[in-house]
């Protein structure tokens, strides 16, 4: 039975709408911060790989987060997809929503309430008759501000289900238009899903005039297996986020979800409008923004996803790929072809990859600043590969960052200990700091730290390759610590010493964002 919706209007019944949350729960991860600018590059990406919803945020979360929603929704003011706001069931987060979504042209205010008894008693000290007026209240004054308004049962999963029913129903006569039932703490099982999904199917009166949602954590790694259960028992919106990213271990991983559900349309039968063929650059641009790489394995992005080293699979891949690749690679723009820019190659041919390797619209100082430094690169390499294209011009974008690396020198060698001194540009200001240390790093961190002061300590650093060769860039990633806050920078440069120097300064621009930021309580679904 066909659906009418308020942002998608006659919806068809086997259409599944994708709710993508890699700017809400995503960043919500240890480490993961994104600033404005970071967050409209990944929103254009998101909307150009064919996202129906897009959770932009929580608006109250802090000034930072107000901000990013507001400009999510102006960038899509006239056309795009629908932009949500996250919000706890209260006057205060429900009107910061409304406020920020304005000018978009579709919007949803998303609120969410704990169901389960562990969760009412614990952490809301709130009574069922509480929870019931509560949804009641703030679906209500929700609706007042959009027509299109969601409501989330935290720790749905975990409820009674009588009670979990009722408060469906509850939120379905004050006039949500979408309900939720997260797995808030991945411990379902599928079967559990279906369950919950036929139950409520079968018992709540008007559920048929809402859409039900799914969004399903992935602490047992049930996460894409609980969605598409949830599927299968009547949900048509799935939440996912790119690379499964999230709270713990993460969400359902929406290149995972989208991919099932076209390669087993055989057995699935469901529709919806995400472009595979996008997905591999939005994977890539993430992992680029938040300096977290996927693992080799994993699942539709990894590098290995299409590889064969089996004598036995490569024999068979060679007479016909189908016979151990259940999907192509180009269906989600893998692609054979690596080397496709050198010294030689122009300005035009440049801008191109950098928005096929999902950049976007690049001014004319960035392009200017990028072009050049690619140029530099070029000539030091004998071949320059996408990966190199992308870890080098990443750092041109980070115009907002308040502390910029603007020169670095180490004298490093046997005998005498190594010697570092830097200049960062700090907020326009210029600041030095030269200082000694049991290696080059060891010394360049030092002088970091001496020019600018903070109590972060460094848990990890990481260096490898981004391609073959000795004349590979190198990709150091670094992590610290402060305060309890976890956040990655990475940086990229064939000198190992700079690219420590960059990474360790992104790191330390993740730190200041992450100082603005006073995350609500209840934050998560």
């Not at 009547?234 to 999230?246: D, M, P």
């Not at 650059?281 to 590098?303: E, Y």
């Not at 054979?336 to 801008?351: D, P």
């Not at 080059?440 to 109590?455: G, I, R």
Request: with cysteine; net charge negative; hydrophobic share 40%.
């Amino acid at each position: 039975m066909a659906i009418n919706h308020p942002s998608f209007g006659t919806l068809d019944e086997n259409r599944v709408i994708f709710f993508d949350t890699t700017l809400r729960d995503g960043e919500q991860s240890p480490g993961f911060s994104m600033n404005l600018e970071e967050k409209l590059r990944m929103a254009e990406a998101l909307a150009e790989l064919g996202v129906d919803v897009m959770e932009a945020g929580f608006a109250i979360a802090s000034p930072g987060d107000f901000e990013s929603v507001q400009a999510i929704a102006r960038k899509f003011a006239k056309s795009g997809p629908v932009v949500a706001s996250l919000g706890r069931c209260n006057t205060a987060d429900i009107l910061k929503s409304a406020e920020a979504l304005k000018p978009a042209a579709r919007k949803r205010i998303h609120i969410v309430l704990a169901t389960s008894d562990l969760h009412m008693r614990v952490k809301l000290n709130m009574s069922r008759e509480d929870v019931l007026q509560l949804t009641h209240d703030s679906v209500t004054l929700a609706r007042h501000h959009a027509e299109d308004v969601e409501w989330s049962a935290e720790d749905g999963s975990r409820s009674d289900p009588d009670f979990l029913c009722k408060v469906v129903e509850v939120a379905i006569r004050a006039g949500a238009t979408t309900i939720n039932i997260p797995d808030t703490v991945g411990y379902s099982l599928p079967a559990d899903m279906a369950t919950i999904f036929a139950d409520l199917r079968a018992r709540v009166p008007g559920i048929e005039n809402v859409v039900l949602s799914a969004h399903n954590h992935n602490d047992l790694g049930l996460g894409v297996a609980n969605t598409l259960a949830a599927i299968q028992a009547g949900a048509r919106q799935v939440e996912v986020t790119i690379n499964g990213i999230g709270e713990r271990a993460g969400n359902a991983s929406l290149e995972e979800v989208a991919m099932a559900l076209r390669t087993r349309h055989d057995a699935l039968g469901y529709s919806n409008g995400i472009v595979t063929p996008n997905i591999l650059k939005t994977s890539k641009l993430l992992a680029t923004i938040t300096g977290f790489d996927v693992q080799p394995n994993k699942a539709i992005v990894g590098r290995n996803a299409f590889a064969h080293e089996s004598g036995i699979h490569q024999d068979g891949v060679l007479k016909d790929r189908t016979t151990y690749e259940i999907m192509t690679p180009e269906s989600v723009g893998w692609s054979n072809s690596s080397l496709v820019l050198g010294k030689h190659s122009g300005r035009a041919a440049f801008k191109d990859k950098l928005k096929a390797l999902g950049y976007g619209d690049v001014g004319d100082n960035q392009m200017n600043d990028a072009f050049r430094r690619f140029k530099v690169i070029a000539d030091l390499k004998k071949v320059v590969y996408d990966e190199d294209v992308a870890a080098l011009v990443d750092e041109e974008f980070r115009q907002n960052d308040s502390v910029k690396l603007t020169a670095l020198t180490v004298v490093s060698g046997m005998g005498p200990k190594p010697v570092a001194s830097l200049s960062l540009e700090v907020d326009g200001e210029v600041v030095e700091g030269v200082a000694k240390g049991d290696g080059a790093v060891d010394a360049t961190f030092k002088a970091l730290q001496q020019a600018f002061p903070h109590e972060a300590e460094l848990k990890l650093f990481s260096v490898q390759a981004i391609t073959e060769g000795s004349d590979a860039q190198a990709r150091v990633t670094v992590r610290l610590e402060e305060k309890g806050k976890l956040v990655d920078g990475q940086g990229a440069d064939p000198d190992t010493i700079v690219a420590a120097a960059r990474a360790y300064v992104h790191a330390l621009n993740k730190l200041v964002v992450k100082r603005a930021r006073t995350a609500p309580e209840a934050l998560t679904a």
